[in-house]
């Protein structure tokens, strides 16, 4: 049992060694994906879930000086050009600032249109209400991506799943220690 164990630890250390080297990369093109994907479907008619509400909050929000129509494209085209910076990882700085605006826009209905996203019992928050919150997650990501700009990097300090199966609580994870930077640059 034991040797299966050690043998488990080793695959789980390769893994977390594997999630450290590509895991920022992967995060990065999967969120420019998720808004080319959601930004194209804006560029087509009633194929997107949430148009009647960005629409209304584009309105809204621009006291009705730019048109519904005319609302969707800009917020179609908007998406796209984040999901470009993300994906390609070129003007990844600009991409996170345009996405940092975009989510303004993307999460004003909560204010807005409150007494129609929070309808359920309890007033539990409707399919778009939910649609909305989930960008939560995708903030969370920009951030993770954010904080790589300037060059920081996950860094690897592996131990075993004993260790880390005997700890209270999971290891925190925060900026290096002053000191372990400078004994690694040795």
């Not at 043998?7 to 999967?30: E, G, P, Q, Y």
């Not at 600032?97 to 359920?120: C, D, H, K």
Request: hydrophobic share 55%; charged share 15%; aromatic share 10%.
């Amino acid at each position: 049992m034991k040797e299966l164990f050690d043998k488990f630890d080793r695959l789980d250390t390769a893994l977390n060694r594997w999630l450290v080297a590509h895991s920022i990369a992967l995060l990065r093109v999967s969120l420019g994906l998720v808004f080319l994907v959601f930004g194209a479907m804006k560029f087509f008619p009633e194929l997107s879930p949430i148009e009647d509400l960005a629409t209304r909050t584009t309105t809204a929000l621009t006291f009705g000086l730019i048109s519904p129509s005319v609302g969707l494209v800009m917020i179609a085209a908007l998406e796209v050009a984040i999901g470009l910076c993300f994906v390609t990882g070129r003007f990844l700085r600009v991409g996170v600032w345009l996405m940092g605006a975009q989510m303004l826009g993307a999460m004003s209905p909560l204010v807005l249109f409150p007494g129609e996203l929070f309808t359920g019992p309890y007033y539990a928050p409707t399919l778009a209400a939910q649609y909305i919150i989930k960008d939560i997650i995708l903030v969370a990501a920009a951030l993770v991506i954010a904080a790589t700009w300037t060059g920081a990097r996950i860094v690897a300090e592996p131990k075993s799943m004993k260790s880390i199966l005997r700890a209270k609580r999971a290891p925190l994870v925060g900026a290096a220690r002053p000191e372990a930077l400078s004994s690694s640059r040795r």
